[in-house]
């Protein structure tokens, strides 16, 4: 059984930055998958922020993070990261981890919360 755990969510004021972590587990290698990052905001629908492949390290990101987060991976650890910088209150959302061989895959973390002040 895939299971995704987040953290490094938390409370922030514009400008600053975070560093979300992704730790996945329940297979012996996920070198044939895809990891993703998505957001979810009050009332508004969960979206696509980026995504990495585990075995070419291609990476692709929504337009609106696009230049300010960065996603990678280490592969040893099955850890994902997400580089959150120069954030902006419109980045405050819930985060969730997604897996799957293409993203978006059936495993979803718990997500964790970002909160940007302006």
């Known amino acids: 059984q895939v299971q995704l755990v987040e953290s490094g969510g938390g409370l922030v004021q514009a400008g600053d930055s975070l560093r979300l972590t992704c730790a996945a587990s329940g297979r012996q290698t996920f070198s044939n998958y895809e990891m993703g990052w998505y957001r979810q905001a009050p009332g508004k629908e969960r979206e696509f922020v980026a995504r990495i492949s585990w075995r070419s390290g291609r990476t692709a990101y929504a337009d609106s993070v696009r230049g300010r987060f960065t996603i990678t991976r280490n592969d040893p650890r099955n850890t994902v990261y997400l580089q959150m910088n120069s954030l902006k209150p419109e980045d405050t959302a819930i985060y969730y981890c997604?897996?799957?061989?293409?993203?978006?895959?059936?495993?979803w973390g718990q997500g964790t919360q970002v909160t940007v002040s302006s």
């Open positions: 997604n897996t799957g061989e293409y993203v978006p895959g059936p495993y």
